[in-house]
C-alpha cells in the first residue's frame, strides 16, 4: 500500500513547492514594487545598476563575438567597472533601506564616493 | 738464355696467371633450408658481385663462405702472408678484415680449406647503419689472398677481388633498430631561425566602433529610464548655505575624475598625485562638511 | 769555384722567394734526435728546407745521458716548435717526458713528432695516445702486399684533408716515399683529430712473429695524423723518418713543405679581428648607447683574416656561422662576405643582415663558433642581456581597436556615475514622507 500512499503525496508535493515558489515571488515582486513606489533614490540606483549590468552583458557579447580576448587587460577594466560599480551600488542601497548602526546614511554616501573613485582610478590606470 | 727465358713465359702464360687457384667456392647461410650458392671456381674477373646483391632478412644472420685453394701451382706452399675478407662500405672505406679459418685438406696437403664467417651482429654500427640508409651502399665483401714478393714466382699475382654484396630487404630494415649516432665532427651546421607567435589579431574596427556605440546608446537609455520612471527631481536642490559646499563637493569630485583622465592620457604619475593632493583634501573637507548639513535629506 | 758561389747564392734567393713563408707564431725550432738511431746528415735537404722557411733550427743530440732538454725556463716557453726524431733509451723518456710535451703543446708550442716501428719511443707514443693517436707498437709495421717495389709508396689520392695538402690536378699522380719501415696508427673518434694520410686498403700491419694479430688493416691504419687542441697549437705525427731523409726528399718535397707548413703554422691559421654587432639601420647604434629589447632588429659582422706566410690576407668563405644562443641556439644563420673589412683591408668581413631578436627576454650569447679541421678554431661569444618592454611600450589601449568597446563603457559609467551623485542628492529620497518613515523604521 505504501507506494501508492507515495505515488499521491508526490504530485501533491510538487505542486505545493510551484505554489510557493510563485507565491514567494509574487511576495517578494509586491514587496520591491512597494519599496520602490515610494522611494526615488532607490529607483535611481536600480535602474543605474541594471544598465550596468547590460553593459557588462554587452562587453562579454563582444568577446564571444571576435573569439579572442586581446587586449585581455581592458577587458577586465571594462568589465570590472560594472561590477565594481554595481556592488558599489548595492552596498549603498542596503544601508539605505537598513543602515547600519553608527554609520549615518550621508556618511555611507561620502564612502560610496570615495570607493568609486578609487575603482574608477583603478581601472583608468588598468586598462593602460 | 733468351729461349729459356721464353719457355718460361709460355708455360706461365698456358698455366695461369695467377698461381692462387680458388676452386669450390660456396656461400652458405645460417638457414639451413637457404640454399647454398656455388660459385665455382674464382679469379679477378669474378663479377658476380655486381649483378646480384644477397638478401638479409635478419640481423642475425651468419653468411660462410668457404673455398678450397689450391697451392699447387704457387711457389710457396705454406698458407699466404695476408688471407682476409673485407666486409665493409668500400665507397667510405669503411671495411673490417674478417680472418679466415684454414684447414689442411685430408686428400692433398697443397689444398687448404680456407672459410670466412661474416657474422653480421659482430659487423660495426656504422657499416649496419650505411647500409641500412642507402641502397646504394650495399655492405662488400672483397676477398684478398696476397704473399710477399719474394714469395711469388715471376708472374704470380696477388688476388683482391669483390666476392659478394649484401643487402637488407625491406621488412628487414623495418624490424632492425639502428643505434648508430653519427660522430662529431666539425663542419656547417643546419641554419636555425626563432619563429615568432602570431601577432595578435584585432577585430575589425567598425564592428568595435559599432559595439562602442551600442554601450553609449545603453548609458543614454539610463537618462530615459530615470526620467521616465519619475526618479529625477530636483526638489532637494542643494540652496542657501548648503549651496557652495556643495558646489565645492560637485566639483572636487568632477575634478578627481579630470585628474584621472589626464593621467590616463599621459600624465605622469607624480603630477596626477600632486594634483590629487590639492583636489582630495579640499572634496573630503568640503564634502564631510555638506554631507554633515545635509544629513536629514538623504 | 767564385762562379759556383755566386750560382748557389743564386739558388738560395730563388728558394727563398718561392718557399719564404713564415710561421705565425714565431720561429724558435728545436730538433731532438738520436746519432744512434740515424745521422742527421742524411737528413740535410729537410733541414735546409726549415732554413728556407726562416725558422731558427737548434739541434739537440741526444745519445749522451748528460744532455738536458729545457723546453721552459721559468714557465717562458724556450721553443715554438719541437722536432722529435726517434730517439732510443730511458734517459730521453726521463728528458722529454709525455707531460712535459704536453705541457709544451698546451703553452703554445707545435710539435712535429716522427717514429719508426725498430725504436720504441715511449714518451713520443705516451704523448700521442693522449691525443687519441695510437701509433703501432714496436716491431710492427706496415706492409702492402700488392706493391712492386719494397718501398711504400702513398698516392695523393689517399690524402685526407684539404687544408693540410690542397689536391690540384696537376698532383693528381704523385706518389710519396715513405721507405721500407713504416708504423700505422689508429685514431680515436674526436673532432680535434686531422687525418692527413691513410693507408691503402689492402695494407696491414705485422710483426715478427707470423700469426700475430695484425695493429692495422687497410683503410683503418694512418700513416700520418695531425692534432690540433682548443689553443689552435699543432700537433703533427709521421709513422716514418725515411719520409724526410734526402734519398726521397725530391719525391716527397711537396708534401713534406705542406706539412710543415702546416704543423708550425705557417697556412691555414685564420683569426677573428673584429666582432661586432649592433641595431639595424645605417646609423649602427651600438648596445652600450642603446641596450637591446626584445624583437629588435640587430645586425652582427665578424672579420676574419688568414695568415699566407708573409701577411694576413683576408679569409673568404662560404660556411660561416653566427648563432645567437640562450642555453640552446634560436637563430644559426651563415653568414655572408661582404668583402675586405673597411677598418682593416686585410680581413674580410662577414655579416648576417638584420634579423630580429626573439620575442623572449634574458641574456644571450652571440657567438660565431667556426671550427673546421685543419683550419685555427676561431671561438668569439659575446653575452649581453636582451630586456623585455618597459610598461610604456606596449600599444596603447586606443590604439587597439578591441578596446574601444572597454574604454567607451569606462567613460560611460564614469559619466553616469557622476551624474548618479548629482540626481541622487537633488532627489528627495520619498514621495511622501510617510512611507519613507514607515520603511526606515523598517
Known amino acids: ?128 | 738464355m733468351k729461349l729459356l727465358k721464353a719457355i718460361t713465359v709460355l708455360t706461365t702464360a698456358i698455366g695461369c696467371a695467377s698461381a692462387f687457384i680458388i676452386k669450390d667456392a660456396k656461400i652458405s647461410f645460417k638457414d639451413e633450408t637457404r640454399e647454398a650458392i656455388e660459385l665455382g671456381q674464382l679469379d679477378e674477373t669474378f663479377m658476380k658481385a655486381e649483378s646480384a646483391p644477397l638478401l638479409i632478412k635478419d640481423l642475425d644472420e651468419v653468411v660462410s663462405f668457404k673455398f678450397k685453394l689450391d697451392l699447387s701451382k704457387s711457389k710457396s706452399k705454406e698458407i699466404p702472408q695476408q688471407l682476409s675478407l673485407l666486409v665493409g662500405i668500400a665507397d667510405k672505406a669503411l671495411e673490417v678484415p674478417i680472418v679466415a679459418k684454414v684447414k689442411d685438406s685430408s686428400k692433398n696437403n697443397k689444398v687448404k680449406l680456407v672459410s670466412f664467417k661474416v657474422d653480421l651482429q659482430a659487423l660495426p654500427k656504422s657499416v649496419l647503419h650505411y647500409a641500412f640508409v642507402n641502397d646504394n651502399e650495399q655492405i662488400t665483401a672483397s676477398l684478398i689472398v696476397a704473399n710477399d714478393k719474394k714469395q711469388l714466382a715471376r708472374k704470380e699475382t696477388n688476388l683482391y677481388f669483390p666476392v659478394f654484396h649484401l643487402q637488407f630487404t625491406d621488412s628487414a630494415k623495418e624490424t632492425i633498430v639502428d643505434t648508430f649516432e653519427e660522430p662529431l665532427r666539425y663542419g656547417k651546421q643546419v641554419e636555425l631561425a626563432h619563429t615568432f607567435p602570431n601577432p595578435p589579431k584585432t577585430a575589425d574596427p567598425t564592428l568595435s566602433l559599432l559595439f562602442a556605440g551600442a554601450v553609449t546608446m545603453v548609458n543614454m537609455f539610463l537618462y530615459m529610464y530615470w526620467i521616465n520612471f519619475n526618479a529625477i527631481s530636483f526638489e532637494n536642490f542643494p540652496s542657501g548655505k548648503d549651496f557652495i559646499p556643495f558646489i565645492g563637493f560637485f566639483g572636487s569630485i568632477i575634478g578627481c575624475e579630470i585628474v584621472f583622465a589626464l593621467y590616463y592620457l599621459g600624465t605622469g604619475i607624480f603630477e596626477t598625485v600632486n594634483c590629487l593632493a590639492i583636489v582630495a583634501p579640499v572634496g573630503l573637507i568640503l564634502g564631510s562638511k555638506f554631507l554633515r548639513s545635509y544629513n536629514q535629506k538623504i | 769555384m767564385l762562379g759556383l758561389r755566386y750560382i748557389q747564392l743564386f739558388l738560395v734567393l730563388v728558394c727563398s722567394i718561392l718557399a719564404a713563408a713564415k710561421s705565425a707564431v714565431g720561429s724558435r725550432t728545436l730538433v731532438v734526435f738520436d746519432d744512434r738511431v740515424d745521422d742527421l746528415s742524411t737528413y740535410s735537404d729537410f733541414f735546409n728546407l726549415l732554413k728556407d722557411h726562416e725558422f731558427d733550427v737548434t739541434t739537440l743530440e741526444l745519445s749522451d745521458k748528460s744532455t738536458k732538454i729545457n723546453l721552459f725556463e721559468r714557465d717562458t716557453r724556450l721553443y715554438d716548435h719541437l722536432i722529435l726524431f726517434p730517439v732510443k733509451g730511458k734517459h730521453y723518456s726521463k728528458q722529454l717526458a709525455a707531460k712535459k710535451l704536453i705541457r709544451f703543446n698546451e703553452n703554445g708550442g707545435n710539435i712535429l713528432a716522427l717514429t719508426v716501428p725498430q725504436v720504441s719511443s715511449d714518451p713520443i707514443h705516451l704523448y700521442l695516445n693522449q691525443l687519441g693517436i695510437y701509433p703501432s707498437p714496436r716491431t710492427q709495421s706496415l706492409h702492402d702486399l700488392f706493391q712492386d717495389s719494397t718501398d711504400l709508396l702513398f698516392s695523393v689520392d689517399q690524402l685526407e684533408n684539404e687544408n693540410v695538402y690542397s689536391k690540384t690536378n696537376e698532383k693528381k699522380d704523385e706518389l710519396f716515399n715513405f721507405g721500407e719501415s713504416v708504423s700505422a696508427a689508429l685514431l680515436d673518434n674526436r673532432e680535434q683529430i686531422v687525418p692527413i694520410l691513410q693507408a691503402s686498403k689492402t695494407s696491414f700491419t705485422s710483426g715478427n712473429k707470423s700469426r700475430e694479430a695484425s695493429w692495422t688493416d687497410g683503410s683503418q691504419g694512418y700513416v700520418i695524423a695531425g692534432f690540433q687542441n682548443l689553443k689552435n697549437t699543432r700537433s703533427t705525427w709521421i709513422g716514418s723518418v725515411k719520409f724526410l731523409s734526402n734519398n726521397h726528399f725530391k719525391q716527397n718535397q711537396d708534401l713534406i713543405n705542406e706539412l710543415i707548413s702546416w704543423t708550425l703554422q705557417e697556412k691555414s691559421v685564420i683569426k677573428a679581428t673584429e666582432v661586432s654587432h649592433t641595431h639595424s639601420g645605417d646609423d649602427k647604434v651600438s648596445y652600450d648607447e642603446l641596450p637591446y629589447k626584445v624583437t629588435d632588429n640587430v645586425t652582427y659582422t665578424i672579420a676574419l683574416t688568414q695568415w699566407d706566410g708573409q701577411k694576413w690576407v683576408p679569409y673568404v668563405s662560404d660556411d660561416v656561422q653566427f648563432e645567437l644562443r640562450q642555453i640552446d641556439p634560436y637563430y644559426r644563420i651563415t653568414m655572408t662576405a661582404q668583402g675586405p673589412a673597411p677598418q682593416d683591408p686585410a680581413s674580410e668581413l662577414y655579416s648576417t643582415g638584420s634579423f630580429m631578436l626573439p620575442n623572449r627576454h634574458g641574456m644571450f650569447t652571440f657567438i660565431t663558433d667556426y671550427k673546421r679541421s685543419g683550419l685555427s678554431y676561431i671561438h668569439e661569444a659575446d653575452i649581453k642581456a636582451i630586456r623585455h618592454l618597459a610598461n610604456d611600450e606596449y600599444p596603447r589601449s586606443f590604439e587597439i581597436p578591441n578596446a574601444w568597446v572597454y574604454l567607451a563603457s569606462i567613460a560611460t559609467v564614469i559619466i553616469s556615475f557622476i551624474a548618479f551623485v548629482l540626481f541622487f542628492i537633488s532627489t528627495p529620497a520619498s514621495l511622501s514622507e510617510g512611507v519613507s518613515t514607515e520603511k526606515k523604521t523598517n
Open chain 1, 1 to 128: 500500500m505504501a507506494p501508492v500512499i507515495q505515488k499521491k503525496k508526490n504530485p501533491a508535493s510538487k505542486e505545493d513547492i510551484q505554489k510557493d515558489f510563485v507565491e514567494a515571488i509574487n511576495l517578494s515582486f509586491t514587496s520591491y514594487k512597494n519599496q520602490v513606489k515610494n522611494n526615488r533614490k532607490l529607483r535611481l540606483i536600480d535602474i543605474f545598476g541594471a544598465i550596468l549590468v547590460v553593459v557588462g552583458i554587452f562587453q562579454i557579447a563582444f568577446v564571444g563575438m571576435i573569439q579572442d580576448n586581446y587586449p585581455f587587460n581592458a577587458f577586465l577594466a571594462g568589465f570590472i567597472i560594472c561590477v565594481g560599480q554595481f556592488v558599489l551600488l548595492m552596498c549603498l542601497r542596503l544601508q539605505l533601506t537598513h543602515p547600519f548602526e553608527g554609520i549615518s546614511k550621508s556618511k555611507a554616501f561620502g564612502e560610496f564616493i570615495i570607493a568609486s573613485l578609487i575603482l574608477h582610478f583603478t581601472c583608468l590606470h588598468f586598462i593602460n
